[in-house]
């Protein structure tokens, strides 16, 4: 689920990324629906991706919106994105700040 200022945020694709010794290569994609959800998939975009227990970065990108992207969401170098999954956990994205320029 993807958020911004506790509301769903569309129109965006995400970029993942490992933390744990980010190397800058991203490992996968995913949409984000109207509701803020998403489904990633692979970076060969072929099949869904799973992710092992671990640290993880994410990227946003605009799809629809006519929107600027601060580079503390865009840049893979500078996210501040960062999200530490679990088994059989979500994974919960707060973006905040983002709801004035939707």
Known sequence: MVTTDGSPLS????TV??????LGD?????????DGSFELI???????LELDP?????TIESVGADILIPERYADPKKTILRVRC???????????????GM
Not at 26 to 34: F, H, N, P, Q, T
Not at 42 to 48: A, C, E, I, L
Not at 54 to 58: K, L, M
């Open 26 to 34: 991203a490992i996968g994609y995913g949409s984000v629906g109207d």
């Open 17 to 22: 990324y490992n933390d744990e010794g980010f």
């Open 86 to 100: 679990e088994p059989d956990a979500p994974i919960m994205l707060e973006v905040p700040g983002m709801s004035a």
């Open 11 to 14: 129109q965006i694709e995400l």
């Open 54 to 58: 671990g640290q993880y970065r994410f």
């Open 42 to 48: 692979n970076v060969s975009r072929t099949g869904r």
